[in-house]
């Protein structure tokens, strides 16, 4: 058998397997798609809503009104309750994706068909920025042709199991999914038990390190990396601590703070009450924020 025929059984496979717990998200032909994960439970991207319901497409062209169960809006991930009416759950990959690995994707189209492409999985732990602009880290990159509106696609491996969730587009033929490992798992188990994830947020807009050097070299202060603060959220916890427009964040619990990236990681994993170093023309503080438990 020739490598062309191995490859088009292989698609047939993946399809039969795949096909029916894929579906397509959001009303006149649709944001994105989605993959079934369980008895009346789909997963998609959170970028692919708009509110609190969506139209669900079905393989068979069923068409039905799913709600949100709960949302991981900087994770960009999101499960939808809705009338799965017996369409198969995706099974997981146990090994996940390997640099150099053959994978296909199955979308559903607007008109609602199927689409199965392949490609190779071109590298591993890859990041990009989701809806807010936190980072989203150990992603996979693969070079199998995505329409738009593939974003919630599975990317699904020869044996028909799926290792990664599509999300983000970078062009020049490459893509990047989230992998199907046991984290991601267990946050789609949570968000369909309707336990939405809100990631600590100061509440606060932000200018990059270079920016900040530069104003303050301007005005004749000293050189200091950090992040500068260019707004300030009413009621938000960076409010309430006493941060300032114009305030230079330098650390968060003795963590220097250089990108936007320093901070969120720090905030992922901070208690509910930090202390934050900060410059404030030449002087030095350190202020206490607290959070809300409800946001951890």
Not at 76 to 97: I, K, Q
Not at 142 to 152: E, I, K, V, W, Y
Not at 240 to 266: E, H, P
């Amino acid at each position: 058998m020739s490598v062309f025929e191995d490859l088009t059984q292989a698609a047939t496979s993946v399809l039969e397997a795949v096909g029916p717990s894929v579906v397509r998200i959001g009303r006149n032909g649709g944001r994105g798609c989605g993959v079934v994960i369980g008895d009346g439970l789909v997963a998609t991207n959170a970028h692919n809503l708009r509110g609190d319901e969506t139209h669900v497409t079905f393989a068979d062209g069923r068409l039905v009104v799913g709600t949100v169960a709960a949302l991981d809006v900087d994770g960009d991930l999101a499960v939808l309750r809705v009338d799965t009416a017996g369409a198969a759950p995706v099974n997981w990959s146990s090994e996940g994706a390997a640099t150099g690995g053959v994978v296909f994707v199955v979308t559903r189209t607007a008109a609602g068909g199927e689409r199965v492409s392949f490609g190779m999985v071109s590298g591993t732990e890859r990041a990009f920025r989701g809806p807010r602009g936190r980072r989203i880290k150990g992603s996979l990159e693969h070079t199998a042709p995505l329409p738009r509106g593939s974003s919630g696609s599975p990317v699904v491996t020869l044996a028909g199991t799926v290792v990664g969730i599509n999300t983000n587009r970078l062009g020049d033929g490459f893509y990047l999914a989230m992998p199907a490992d046991r984290d991601l798992q267990e946050r789609l188990s949570s968000l369909g038990s309707g336990q939405t994830r809100t990631r600590r947020r100061l509440g606060v807009g932000l200018a990059p390190a270079h920016v900040a050097r530069a104003l303050r070299r301007s005005v004749g202060l000293d050189e200091r990396d950090g992040l500068l603060v260019r707004v300030v959220e009413d009621d938000s916890p960076a409010a309430a601590a006493g941060v300032r427009q114009g305030d230079l964040l330098v650390s968060l619990n003795g963590a220097a703070l250089t990108n936007a990236d320093d901070l969120f990681d720090a905030l992922d994993g901070a208690p509910d009450e930090v202390r934050l170093g900060i410059v404030r023309g030449t002087e030095e503080l350190e202020l206490t924020v607290r959070f809300d438990t409800a946001q951890g």
